[in-house]
């Protein structure tokens, strides 16, 4: 599955308050999804890349994620933390910046 298409399920998850509409989403999500990326779903879906009981500290501070994601966009890191600072989310200003082409991220 495309990072994109998983994306795009995480968008409808976070656009509702219905915990209903929340479960079909999330149903369509895993009928969708292939066995091998089932686990790795449900971890970026608690916010996590490996399971708690790993203990796996990412050590990213904000600055870090601004000069990297200011490379991949290649443009200035001021830029980056001045969207950041008016939108909040670092995955919006990433989503802004950071233009399709290519095959895509693949999760």
């Known amino acids: 599955m495309k990072f994109s298409e998983l994306a795009s399920y995480f968008e409808r998850l976070e656009a ?28 970026l879906s608690q916010g996590q890349l490996v399971p708690s009981f790993q203990g796996l500290e990412m050590g990213m501070s904000e600055k870090l994620l601004i000069r990297v994601l200011a490379g991949a966009a290649q443009c200035e890191s001021g830029k980056v933390a001045t969207l950041f600072r008016q ?15 290519g095959k895509g991220l693949s999760i």
Not at 26 to 34: I, N, P, Q, T, V
Not at 87 to 101: N, P, Q, S
């Open 16 to 43: 509702t308050t219905k915990r209903l509409e929340m479960f079909e989403i999330l149903a369509e999500l895993f009928r969708k999804a292939e066995a091998h990326e089932i686990d790795k779903i449900i971890y």
């Open 87 to 101: 939108v909040g989310d670092l995955g919006k200003v990433a989503e802004e910046l950071v233009t399709g082409g």
